[in-house]
């Protein structure tokens, strides 16, 4: 069939809009009606081969639409569904038999190879294979065929203009505090970065209690969202000292979490000097492949501090990704308040938004 898809072609270039070929659905995949897609900075890095799937490439992973089709092996959705999609997973190895898919042994080959595990793709030029399946799905297109544990199934009469976004950024701030971190009530949590996974991670922190949430950024608008979020602090570190700041609320102690969401090696480093004793900081920010780090390791030494780092919130996203809904219809998890909505056709201006801080989370709608 005839899809609507936007092309990246280029490093740094504009996507494109352009008509394409899909196959068929394989026996252990779901075709899908997009309704909307989120738009998420590991969208642009890949656009602009910081991590290498093969261009031409429909990208797009923060996809919610509705089941047209179901391959043959396929029990967990039916036709008519609405589905949430989300990362992609051989189900078979160690790493997700003990429930931990995000380092499954396939994970690269599954997310970003731009071919099924058999080298083929969904999608073509009439002329030229173009690289599908990002994420099990390269949901920039008005159809896919979808890798079926890509597919979360929701209720029918929830929003799907709001829900795609859970499927990675949203999914990986709240999972990196609920999960990886288990941050407990009471406690203290730094956030750097208060873009759509900060922001989650914020949020997240509130609803399981913690006490003291700090947001760093800086950019004040979105200082201002963070506080709105559940923020008790936020902190610009471009006019202040982050770690005086951070000493001064906690009266010296230090705080218990620190979760990067940026990949700066600078912040990184930040984020570990001002953890308390025991104190854990994580990465969930995506560097260069290659980026290293240093940390002190005199003083710090008595700490006994830990660090680790987070793929798409440590989260089973059929298990996460409804938990999430609940929070939300709780009112605790209020992602409506980081997203805009653009036409499928203004992707590169929800790309712009998104890169100057305008908007903190686009979708892109169908």
Known sequence: MKVTAALATAPNAPFEIVQLSLDEPRPDEVRVKLVATGVCH?????????????LPAVLGHEGAGIVEAVGSLVTSVDVGDSVVLSANSCGVCGQCLTGRPAYCSEFFGRNFAGTRPDGSTALNDGESAVSSHFFGQSSFATHVNVAVRSVVKVDGNLPLELLGPLGCGLQTGAGAVINSLDVRPGSSIVVFGTGAVGCAALMAAAAVGATTIVAVDIVESRLATAKDLGATHAINSRSTDVAAEIAQITGGRGVDYALDTTGIPAVLRQAADILGSGGTVALVGAPAPGTEVSFEVGASLLKGWHFRTIIEGDSVPQVF????IRLWQQGKFPLEKLTKTFAFADINDAFDAS??????????VF
């Open 42 to 54: 590991t969208d642009a890095i890949v656009r602009d081969q910081v991590y290498p799937t093969p």
């Open 355 to 364: 890169e100057s801080g305008e908007v903190i989370k686009p979708v892109l």
């Open 321 to 324: 990704i409804p938990q999430l």
